[in-house]
């Protein structure tokens, strides 16, 4: 069974850091790996989607990376904002198109 | 394209009522999930649909819950009786033969 696992569950940082979002998942027999944005009350907002075949994808300010053989992730997040305080998840598509969360992690940025 | 609609946005009931979600997924997506969001338990896959047949429903939690998908446009969540256990925020996402999923906005239940 694909576990997904994030570390830190909450980051409080001050505004401007550069900070990095950890993912770690149990089986790197995945398709794909998706980073997510979870505001509170709100749905998910898609940010990142790296395909088994690539090492990292870039988004603005954001960038993640994609290690299948020690099953890792990461979210970089450069020059951090209070904007960008938020629940990041990661999820991992293994087959059958199931896409497995992780439990996230509480993003908190101070002025 | 207006992305994932669900509806309600809320839905409060009491127990043992009967309460339906909906969802329209994207246009020419053809997949369709149902996924249950609570601080326990986080985000659990209930059921999906590939080209409007349910394919994995593993993920019902009981014969209360159902779900159903008529056509590429429209799909539905029903639980019948609905308990207090079953308060959670309940999204819908689509996707293109799992090449990323969107997501809607969910529909938060409160059983009372």
């Known amino acids: 069974k694909q576990e997904v696992t994030q570390i830190p569950a909450a980051l409080s940082v001050p505004e401007g850091e550069n900070l990095v979002l950890n993912c770690s998942f149990t089986d790197s027999a995945i398709y794909n790996l998706q980073w997510f944005r979870q505001d509170p009350g709100k749905g998910l907002t898609s940010l990142l989607l790296i395909q088994s075949s690539q090492r990292e994808q870039t988004s603005g300010r954001l960038n993640a990376s994609l290690d299948k053989s020690s099953g890792r992730s990461t979210l970089y997040i450069a020059a951090s904002q209070p904007g960008d305080s938020a629940t990041y998840l990661c999820?991992?598509?293994?087959?059958?198109?199931?896409?497995?969360f992780g439990q996230g992690t509480r993003l908190t940025i101070n002025p | 394209d207006a992305g994932v609609i669900q509806s309600p946005r809320h839905e409060v009931t009491e127990m043992g009522q009967e309460v339906t979600l909906r969802c329209k997924p994207i246009s020419g997506h053809n997949s369709l999930f149902w996924y249950r969001q609570t601080m326990m338990r986080g985000l659990e896959l209930l059921i999906y649909?590939?080209?409007?047949?349910?394919?994995?429903d593993s993920g019902m939690p009981e014969d209360r819950f159902s779900a159903k998908m008529p056509n590429a446009s429209f799909s539905t969540l029903k639980i019948q009786p609905s308990e207090p256990r079953d308060s959670a925020v309940y999204f819908c996402?689509?996707?293109?033969?799992?090449?990323?999923?969107?997501f809607g906005s969910g529909t938060r239940l409160t059983v009372v």
């Open positions: 999820a991992v598509l293994r087959g059958a198109q199931k896409l497995v």
């Open positions: 649909f590939n080209n409007n047949v349910p394919i994995d």
């Open positions: 996402a689509s996707s293109l033969a799992g090449y990323g999923y969107t």
